[in-house]
């Protein structure tokens, strides 16, 4: 349940704006809203069964980006982090400015121009409090949920139950309204206005996907954990979905100037619940306050979901590896002020329209689903040899590749000239430069294998060379050394430069960077050790060969600043006097603007050294040149 309130609020604020897109779509034709409530609840059963084999599949998170990438292919998943990136922006500004307006739905119209003001402030807020490391406590969260379900779960059993006596009358008026509406447009015109309907109310759907995306945030078992969450999750957003545009149709409600769909209708409701007009208007006034409540709560959401997406681009270098480390408190305020500047700008330019700022979003979301309902595709098709059960799974994800894939189709035809188009070059924007810093990764670390091969050791050699004693006699460096060895023998031949003949002793340090969801997962740690391993045993045998002493010191853990610091501490207590080494790339002056997406990790350690009184020096190494 508390994940359900942590994970869910977003999918449970999609309940405050998704139904009344879909049915104000419908135009004057409300007697299609019962309809349109059944295939809100069949279309969210359907997701959440494709959801759960994303769940499945991928135990350690990481949602339609990371289904993307290794079911299609890096281009694929780049196209989908792309969309799912933008979509995270516009979630905030989607649920910053519905909150807004259920707020503002209690205040006279002539306060209306304030909007765009108190939206731009509240995410300023948001902003600042994630920058402070405050996050909305599950503890506290869990009520508002819980209440928002309930309210809505009373107005909403009641809204129906009034009408009970003439529902039978009010569906039979529905049903003689959609064969007199056939006769006189024809069918193939109900069934375009109930999918333009469907396809703009697609933002209902979205925020379900944060527990596929997060599952390495829920408890042991987490596949048995996101499964029930999942359900939780579609049972509440189906209900109160479904059960909003029922009571739209069955209220005859229309939509008022300054008010959502929400507060008219509950404001006609309120004559019949008997509970005093003061009473009654305190009931409307707590339902519209829990609407705002849990919107502002998922827009906050985001700002700790957003940094886990940055992180896994980031690791498959799609963007800067300063966004990489999950576990320094800087690099999840950088995806803070990232994600919260961009939404601002976005609420800005927009003016916090919110029907234009559901239309980008559904279309980014959408995209990402449709990509990765269609890895799922290729993925049981894949395994229809090996798997008894992969047809059943195959049309799950066909059903779910439809809907998405309809939404998606819908909200771009209609929507294209309206902003459609704005949306997609907003995604085309994020996917060139991700392309570019691509390839500067691939071209630095092609230039680091390059110098790795330059001064690379036979096995025959390493086999040879036999370890030279340590001299008590002679000073010790301490040098710090990654994956690659070239650049770290660089580093040593820097040293032998500035100081002949005074270091005869080596103590190589090296930290492997485990990422915080990927601790206790023994097959990367292993491939991660294995790799550093390598290095180290080439840089033993670099030492041997040039009569120095080599020691390997190498420790794991998710901050590698953290623990370079803590060892290095550590290291010159045990060896008094010794004195530490780093690098620097240099690149060619083609190539300097690119040098800020490379984590200066040697600097930041020798301000903390330094604070300390330790002495390190940064040396350093021209690369491509």
């Known amino acids: 349940m508390l994940a359900w309130a942590g994970l869910g609020a977003s999918g449970l604020s999609a309940a405050c704006y998704g139904p009344e897109k879909a049915f104000l779509a419908l135009g004057g034709h409300a007697e299609l809203g019962p309809l349109l409530a059944?295939?809100?609840?069949?279309?969210?059963?359907?997701?959440?069964?494709?959801?759960?084999?994303?769940?499945?599949?991928?135990?350690?998170?990481?949602?339609?980006?990371?289904?993307?990438?290794?079911?299609?292919?890096?281009?694929?998943?780049?196209?989908?982090?792309?969309?799912?990136?933008?979509?995270?922006v516009l979630a905030i500004a989607v649920s910053i400015a519905s909150g807004t307006d259920a707020m503002f739905s209690l205040?006279?119209?002539?306060?209306?121009?304030?909007?765009?003001?108190?939206?731009?402030?509240?995410?300023?807020?948001?902003?600042?409090?994630?920058?402070?490391?405050?996050?909305?406590?599950?503890?506290?969260?869990?009520?508002?949920?819980?209440?928002?379900?309930?309210?809505?779960?009373?107005?909403?059993?009641?809204?129906?139950?009034?009408?009970?006596?003439?529902?039978?009358?009010?569906?039979?008026?529905?049903?003689?309204?959609?064969?007199?509406?056939?006769?006189?447009?024809?069918?193939?015109?109900?069934v375009a206005l109930l999918v333009r309907a469907y396809g703009l109310g697609g933002s209902t759907y979205s925020g379900v996907e944060a527990i596929s995306n997060n599952v390495n945030l829920l408890a042991e078992p987490r596949i048995k954990t996101a499964r029930i969450v999942l359900f939780y999750v579609a049972l509440t957003l189906a209900f109160t979905a479904g059960g909003l545009v029922l009571l739209y149709s069955l209220w005859g409600v229309r939509s008022l100037p300054g008010q959502t769909l929400n507060a008219a209708t509950f404001s006609a409701m309120l004559p019949g619940l008997g509970l005093g007009r003061s009473t009654g208007h305190a009931l409307i006034v707590l339902t519209l306050a829990l609407e705002a409540a849990i919107l502002l709560v998922a827009a906050n959401s985001i700002f700790i979901f957003a940094p886990s997406l940055l992180a896994n681009m980031a690791s498959?270098?799609?963007?800067?590896?300063?966004?990489?480390?999950?576990?320094?408190?800087?690099?999840?305020?950088?995806?803070?002020?990232?994600?919260?500047?961009?939404?601002?700008?976005?609420?800005?330019?927009?003016?916090?329209?919110?029907?234009?700022?559901?239309?980008?979003?559904?279309?980014?979301?959408?995209?990402?689903?449709?990509?990765?309902?269609?890895?799922?595709?290729?993925h049981w098709w894949s395994q229809r040899r090996k798997s008894a059960k992969w047809l059943r799974r195959f049309v799950i994800a066909a059903l779910g590749f439809s809907v998405a894939t309809g939404i998606l189709v819908v909200t771009l035809t209609e929507k294209f000239f309206d902003g459609g188009w704005a949306t997609l070059c907003l995604t085309l924007l994020v996917i060139v430069p991700c392309v570019g810093i691509r390839h500067h990764y691939d071209w630095i670390n092609e230039r680091r294998r390059e110098m790795d091969r330059q001064f690379a050791l036979s096995e025959n050699e390493l086999i040879t060379l036999r370890p030279v004693e340590s001299r008590k006699d002679g000073g010790t460096a301490v040098l710090l050394a990654t994956d690659h060895w070239g650049p770290a023998i660089?580093?040593?031949?820097?040293?032998?430069?500035?100081?002949?003949?005074?270091?005869?002793?080596?103590?190589?340090?090296s930290v492997v960077e485990v990422d915080a969801g990927a601790m206790g997962a023994v097959e990367a740690l292993v491939k991660l050790t294995f790799v550093r391993d390598a290095a180290m045993t080439q840089l033993e045998g670099f030492c041997a060969k040039c009569g120095l002493t080599a020691t390997r010191v190498v420790g794991f853990g998710t901050d590698p600043l953290k623990e370079l610091e803590r060892l290095l501490?550590?290291?010159?207590?045990?060896?008094?006097?010794?004195?530490?080494?780093?690098?620097?790339?240099?690149?060619?002056?083609?190539?300097?603007?690119?040098?800020?997406?490379?984590?200066?990790?040697?600097?930041?350690?020798?301000?903390?050294?330094?604070?300390?009184?330790?002495?390190?020096?940064?040396?350093?190494?021209?690369?491509?040149?």
């Open 316 to 378: 498959d270098s799609w963007l800067p590896h300063q966004f990489r480390n999950l576990s320094v408190l800087l690099v999840r305020q950088n995806g803070v002020i990232f994600v919260g500047g961009c939404a601002l700008a976005i609420l800005g330019w927009t003016r916090g329209d919110l029907g234009l700022l559901v239309v980008f979003y559904s279309i980014n979301v959408f995209l990402s689903l449709a990509l990765a309902k269609a890895g799922l595709l290729r």
């Open 38 to 88: 059944l295939v809100m609840l069949v279309s969210v059963a359907i997701l959440a069964l494709a959801y759960r084999q994303m769940v499945e599949l991928f135990p350690n998170g990481g949602g339609s980006y990371r289904v993307a990438s290794q079911l299609l292919g890096p281009s694929f998943g780049l196209v989908s982090g792309a969309a799912l990136l933008i979509d995270y």
């Open 107 to 190: 205040l006279p119209f002539d306060v209306q121009g304030y909007k765009l003001p108190v939206e731009l402030t509240l995410t300023m807020l948001l902003i600042a409090l994630n920058l402070r490391g405050l996050r909305v406590a599950v503890w506290f969260l869990f009520p508002i949920a819980l209440a928002f379900a309930i309210v809505h779960a009373f107005l909403i059993v009641y809204g129906v139950g009034v009408m009970a006596p003439r529902l039978s009358g009010q569906l039979s008026h529905a049903l003689s309204g959609i064969a007199q509406l056939s006769q006189t447009t024809g069918w193939t015109f109900v």
């Open 569 to 625: 501490k550590q290291t010159v207590a045990a060896v008094p006097g010794c004195v530490c080494f780093a690098n620097k790339l240099i690149l060619p002056p083609g190539r300097r603007l690119a040098e800020w997406l490379h984590n200066k990790t040697a600097f930041g350690l020798q301000r903390r050294l330094h604070a300390e009184g330790i002495p390190l020096m940064v040396v350093p190494v021209r690369l491509g040149w």
């Open 490 to 509: 660089h580093t040593l031949l820097w040293i032998q430069r500035l100081f002949p003949g005074q270091f005869q002793n080596v103590i190589v340090v």
